[in-house]
């Protein structure tokens, strides 16, 4: 099993809807998770940083971590065309900050 | 303004042909890591250094060097290049805590022919 598994392909979403995408991790002794943007070509930028269970809000953007399944998630409210990026998942265990491949979401106006 | 500095951004070389790209951090940050990025795989870790004098493998480490003389300073070397090693390169910075944001440098995409 791959360390940190971005298993959804491209996602489209409607100007103003949700776009949803998930994360699931091997290692259980991991502290620390972050979503990373990253526009083509440029390099990722920290959207969201999470470190116990449950959720946690910072404007538009809703991460949940459920470390008994291992597992984070993030959810982007009222999408807009600037949220089109490729999101990645990163998760810090063992001094290693490992991520995702990814999940590109495409905001359709 | 707080950042992490590589050189060059972007880099066409042979085969074989000794190379270093260089990667500077201002922030004072002990934790320094470098991956490689490519279409489908994503980041993957290259190597990566808790301090001064301390580094450590990565995922995919073969094929390159890094030293850590300063710790501002975080170089990767590549004794001799191959094709396989074609790819978008970056390099990150963080503080000693590891639940603390890593910045990334701006990216270096390097080509070998």
């Known amino acids: 099993q791959k360390e940190v598994e971005q298993n959804s392909g491209p996602l489209s979403v409607p100007e103003g809807a949700i776009a949803s995408l998930n994360c699931t991790y091997s290692d259980r002794v991991s502290q620390s998770f972050f979503w990373y943007r990253q526009y083509s070509g440029k390099s990722p930028e920290l959207i969201m940083s999470?470190?116990?269970?449950g959720d946690k809000e910072d404007g538009r953007f809703t991460a949940q971590l459920n470390k008994a399944s291992q597992y984070v998630s993030l959810l982007i409210r009222d999408s807009q065309p600037s949220d089109s990026a490729t999101y990645l998942c990163a998760v810090n265990g063992n001094n290693r900050l490992a991520f995702g491949k990814g999940n590109q979401v495409v905001v359709i106006p | 303004e707080a950042q992490v500095t590589q050189n060059p951004r972007y880099l066409i070389t042979v085969t074989g042909k000794k190379l270093t790209v260089t990667c500077s951090q201002n922030?004072?940050?002990?934790?320094m890591s470098w991956y490689r990025q490519d279409p489908g795989l994503g980041l993957r870790q290259i190597y990566y250094?808790?301090?001064?004098?301390?580094?450590d493998k990565g995922d995919v480490p073969e094929g390159y060097k890094v030293s850590r003389k300063e710790k501002r300073n975080f170089p990767l070397i590549l004794e001799s290049p191959s094709p396989n090693q074609t790819s978008l390169y970056f390099c990150a910075s963080r503080p000693g805590n590891p639940n603390t944001e890593a910045f990334f440098g701006q990216g270096t995409r390097l080509t070998v022919v």
């Open positions: 250094s808790m301090n001064v004098e301390v580094t």
């Open positions: 922030m004072n940050h002990e934790y």
């Open positions: 999470i470190y116990s269970n």
